[in-house]
């Protein structure tokens, strides 16, 4: 079975400060990941996945991810936080459903605060 | 349509009383999804839609819980006999499906259904 653990419901950074938003995974395979921006009253926005190749994803918005085969890790960074950067992010692992077609297991979300 | 669109966007029902929730997906996208985000929680997958045929149906809670797609294109889901842990953001998200199931998924803007 796979699972996302996103460590942390809550983070809280001043802006311009880096932005760390943890996700760690179990997957028997090797897993397509993803990472998701939800602001507030919208729905679910792809900020950037990992599939093979490069293990640096580069996202939308400044944000960038690193896939860690090693440590079963797909942290969420960006450098320096903006206000507009204040939403809800959600880690995502995609696998073949048990009767096909892909499906996709949320982790519980980490809610992100910028303070000015 | 520019995206993904749901109806209603907000819902307010009495316990044991029947609601139909509409999706409306991206013209052309083949797989449909559903999904639900209660308070504090993350997404929990209800059931995928290849074209008309739903391959996994294994999020579904209940059997009060049902969906259906016509023309492989809308989908409506129905809960009867509604109760109050029904209560949640229903999302609904669609993506172009092929081999590899990689595609990005779109997600409407949600139906936020209270039950009293």
């Known amino acids: 079975a796979q699972s996302v653990t996103q460590l942390g419901s809550h983070v809280s950074v001043s802006e311009g400060a880096l932005v760390l938003l943890r996700c760690n995974y179990s997957?028997?395979?090797?897993?397509?990941l993803f990472w998701y921006v939800q602001y507030p009253n919208q729905g679910l926005q792809l900020l950037l996945k990992y599939t093979t190749g490069a293990t640096l994803v580069k996202g939308i918005n400044g944000f960038e991810a690193e896939f860690k085969k090693s440590e079963t890790s797909f942290h969420l960074t960006k450098p320096s936080a903006h206000m507009s950067d204040a939403a809800e992010y959600f880690c995502a692992v995609r696998r073949v459903g048990d009767t096909g077609g892909f499906k996709t297991i949320f982790g519980a979300g980490t809610r992100l605060f910028v303070k000015a | 349509g520019a995206g993904v669109s749901q109806s209603p966007s907000n819902k307010v029902t009495e316990k044991g009383k029947d609601v139909e929730l509409r999706c409306d997906p991206i013209?052309?996208?083949?797989?449909l999804y559903w999904y639900r985000q209660s308070l504090g929680q993350g997404l929990e997958f209800l059931i995928y839609f290849q074209g008309n045929s739903a391959p996994d149906k294994s999020g579904l809670p209940s059997d009060r819980f049902s969906a259906e797609r016509t023309g492989g294109s809308v989908s409506t889901l129905t809960i009867q006999r509604t109760q109050q842990e029904d209560s949640a953001v229903y999302l609904c998200?669609?993506?172009?499906?092929?081999?590899?199931?990689?595609?990005?998924?779109?997600f409407g803007p949600g139906t936020r259904l209270t039950v009293l």
């Open positions: 997957s028997s395979v090797p897993p397509y």
């Open positions: 013209s052309g996208h083949t797989a």
């Open positions: 998200a669609s993506s172009l499906e092929g081999t590899g199931g990689l595609n990005e998924q779109f």
